[in-house]
């Protein structure tokens, strides 16, 4: 099974994303009509912590529990300015920034990683700032970074809380991947940390 951790984004920022992709889809035609790229669905289209690769259903059934009772507390996230990977040369991804929620899921990473490794997944091989990828780029002919990103950006800002992450089975074909979920976590409500500081 191959699995990954992900935040579902809330509605509006769906929203802000689908307007994005269309209007950047657009624009990669006018500067680059020979340039291929794989746009990703709407309902498709989230925010990665980890990808973990194949892995058993025991290996997996045992996730959910080790990612039980999360400590982040549940945030308000909203999406930013677009990006390019890698930042010079031959672009490969297409992503939105977030404009809210940057430092929080930077922070939700960590602790997915420290419980994860409990379990014996080792650290993940890079890391990036949190990002929702929006296109891979398969033939980069006639994109340049600066161009691509040039007048491309969320005109009305979008977001809404996020209080859970979710393991998703991916399961490959000729259409695309097909994203299936395996279980939910919550994350801390916020409440919680009020009421922790009103008794102390």
């Known amino acids: 099974m191959r699995m990954f951790i992900a935040v579902e984004l809330p509605a509006r920022a769906l929203e802000v994303a689908a307007d994005v992709s269309c209007a950047w889809r657009h624009h990669v035609s006018s500067i680059a009509p020979a340039a291929k790229l794989a746009w990703v669905p709407v309902e498709r289209i989230h925010l ?16 959910v529990p080790a990612l039980d009772g ?24 297409l992503w ?29 091989a890079s890391s990036s700032s949190p990002h929702v990828t929006l296109a891979r780029v398969r033939d980069p002919r006639g994109l340049s970074v600066p161009a691509l990103t040039k007048g491309v950006a ?28 395996f279980g939910r976590m919550s994350l801390r409500p916020a409440s919680d940390t009020a009421r922790c500081a009103w008794n102390s």
């Open 48 to 63: 990665t912590l980890r990808f973990l690769g194949n892995v058993t259903l025991s290996a997996a059934t045992a996730l």
């Open 70 to 93: 999360l400590e982040t507390v549940a945030f308000d996230l909203s999406l930013g300015e677009p990006g390019v990977f890698p930042a010079r040369g031959a672009p490969r991804v």
């Open 96 to 124: 939105l920034g977030l404009d809210r929620g940057l430092v929080e899921c930077a922070a939700l990473e960590r602790e997915v990683s420290k419980r994860l490794a409990r379990t014996g997944f080792p650290p993940a």
């Open 154 to 181: 969320p005109v009305h800002p979008g977001g809404g809380r996020i209080d859970a992450i979710t393991l998703f089975e991916s399961r490959l074909s000729s259409a695309g991947p097909t994203y299936t979920p």
